[in-house]
Antibody, heavy 118, light 112 residues
Framework: EVQLVESGGGLVQPGGSLRLSCVASGFTFNSYWMSWVRQAPGKGLEWVANINQDGSKKFYVDSVKGRFTISRDNAKNLVYLQMNSLRADDTAMYYC???????????WGQGALVTVSS | DIVMTQSPLSLPVTPGESASISCRSSQSLLHTNGYHYLDWYLQKPGQSPQLLIYVGSNRASGVPDRFSGSGSGTDFTLKISRVEAEDVGVYYCMQALQAPFTFGPGTKVDIK
């Protein structure tokens, strides 16, 4: 069974940093792109970043470029989202998702809540 | 970035009837491989999003056949035939043709 479990969320002050982790199981992790998608309270979905199988390609939404870094550890089946210089508008539930070739974001985690507030 | 729009934004439905949601993109989602990189997701209340349709018209595993996707170029449609109570939630289209991937604003479907 495919599972994605996020961790690392919490309350952080503006300007602070946080690292989210997503551990994957039930599939060959190093065969898939992985994504992070977020959802601000009461708002819609926003794609944040993705990373290819070996970590050599990474893409970001403009609003997080230069502040967030996606990475992965294929030996541990982990994908990370390092978030620096956090702002109030980064407050959201952050979902990890598996990106299947020609098959969409086919599995999602339960989400990790990040709250940026003083 | 590719801009995605959806209509309607709110859709009250009667169980047993059909419903359609439109999704438009600011540029064609046709890839050189012949596929349209347009996916549909449903987020039920209190849950994570789930994939319904990928590359325009293919149902994801376990998705009932009352859900169907169609369209080409910049115009796409999700149809739900014989709506059931369990279909309530917010439906999103998303383009996966080019990064950054972008979602539509969502269509909230609820029961009349």
């Amino acid at each position: 069974e495919v599972q994605l479990v996020e961790s690392g969320g919490g309350l952080v002050q503006p300007g602070g940093s946080l690292r989210l982790s997503c551990v994957a199981s039930g599939f060959t992790f190093n065969s898939y792109w992985m994504s992070w998608v977020r959802q601000a309270p009461g708002k819609g979905l926003e794609w944040v970043a993705n990373i290819n199988q070996d970590g050599s390609k990474k893409f970001y939404v403009d609003s997080v470029k230069g502040r967030f870094t996606i990475s992965r550890d294929n030996a541990k089946n982990l994908v990370y989202l390092q978030m620096n210089s956090l702002r109030a508008d980064d407050t959201a539930m952050y979902y990890c998702a598996r990106e299947a070739a020609l098959a969409g974001e086919d599995y999602w985690g339960q989400g990790a809540l990040v709250t940026v507030s003083s | 970035d590719i801009v995605m729009t959806q209509s309607p934004l709110s859709l009250p439905v009667t169980p047993g009837e059909s419903a359609s949601i439109s999704c438009r993109s600011s540029q064609s989602l046709l890839h050189t491989n012949g596929y349209h990189y347009l996916d549909w997701y449903l987020q039920k209340p209190g849950q994570s999003p789930q994939l319904l349709i990928y590359v325009g018209s293919n149902r994801a595993s376990g998705v009932p056949d009352r859900f169907s996707g169609s369209g080409s170029g910049t115009d796409f449609t999700l149809k739900i035939s014989r709506v059931e109570a369990e279909d309530v939630g917010v439906y999103y289209c998303m383009q996966a043709l080019q990064a950054p991937f972008t979602f539509g604003p969502g269509t909230k479907v609820d029961i009349k």
